[in-house]
């Protein structure tokens, strides 16, 4: 099951919470990859970034690195 933000990409919520001073670690999960979309989340300050499909161990890696 996958959530589709309406109204707001991920990308602006993510800005706009950053924006208002909260700092919260993201990762990123995209379904369509693009060099474009990396780089805005590496520019953003994502904590991470993974694409569909991807291995559970992935994720699991990519939120220790956050914890």
Known sequence: MGLQLTGLTGFELYESL???GRSIPV???RGHD???T???ARAAGA???LTKPFH???LI???AQVM
């Open 18 to 20: 950053a924006a208002s």
């Open 27 to 29: 990762i990123f999960i």
């Open 34 to 36: 693009s060099a474009s």
């Open 38 to 40: 990396r780089d805005r």
């Open 47 to 49: 904590a991470g970034y």
């Open 56 to 58: 559970h161990d992935q």
């Open 61 to 63: 890696d990519a939120i």
